[in-house]
């Protein structure tokens, strides 16, 4: 089957709801996203398969929807965050960036690590954050970057590593919210920026339909007005 999904804007979006097999969502500058609707009835994003005008859209949205936070250094978490992370932080003007990582080097130190679930893989894992970075964070206003946010364990994993550095993040920026199943955990002192939000889906006889209520209060996302970045 024929990827399309994730390798172009599109002018108008697809009619419904309902839905078939994708939803369509509206980015700042007016265009529209459509993402395959996964069968556990929310819309998907996968940042390795999206082509390279996608992603340097939606990494200039997301530094503009974080750029209000003053950010001094970007924290990327693994694996997706990482597509998205360096673009960011070289967007707000950053020189590098940081990435915490799944895989332990040898020099890694247990007490800079903590455990992960995420709701798109099985089992247990370990964060780890490298040792010789702690100098870019540390006393620093930290942006903690990832692809999308859904559950939230991957993001309040990532808080709990920073944690472990003495570091409270000034924001999480994401390029899709995934329903607001995150939002009773998170801590309301730290701001959630994004591209675009998505709903839960519910699936009858016709088809998917959205679930507007599971979206939430407003929240910060990039400017509509905005010039749309190069692609």
């Not at 009619?15 to 509206?26: D, H």
């Not at 870019?136 to 930290?142: A, E, P, S």
Request: aromatic fraction near 8%; proline fraction near 9%.
């Amino acid at each position: 089957m024929k990827l399309d999904f994730w390798q172009d804007f599109d002018a108008a979006p697809d009619p419904g709801p309902p839905f078939t097999a994708r939803y369509p969502a509206r980015m700042p500058d007016g265009r529209w996203l459509h993402l395959p609707i996964r069968d556990i009835g929310v819309a998907g994003l996968i940042a390795t398969q999206a082509s390279f005008p996608v992603i340097r859209a939606l990494s200039g949205w997301m530094a503009e929807a974080a750029r209000p936070l003053g950010a001094e250094a970007v924290l990327g978490l693994p694996t997706l965050g990482h597509v998205f992370a360096p673009l960011v932080a070289e967007a707000l003007g950053h020189s590098n960036w940081v990435a915490a990582g799944y895989s332990r080097k040898r020099w890694y130190e247990e007490a800079l690590s903590v455990t992960i679930h995420s709701i798109t893989t099985t089992g247990e894992r370990r964060l780890w954050l490298d040792p010789l970075m702690l100098d870019r964070l540390r006393g620093k206003r930290v942006l903690l970057v990832d692809d999308v946010v859904s559950s939230g364990a991957s993001a309040q994993a990532g808080l709990g590593l920073l944690a472990k550095a003495g570091v409270v993040p000034v924001g999480l920026c994401v390029a899709m919210v995934q329903t607001r199943r995150w939002a009773p955990s998170w801590p309301g002192e730290i701001p959630v920026v994004s591209v675009f939000e998505t709903p839960a889906l519910t699936r009858d006889a016709q088809g998917w339909w959205p679930d507007h209520s599971s979206a939430g209060s407003p929240m910060a996302t990039a400017s509509a007005t905005s010039p749309a970045p190069a692609t």
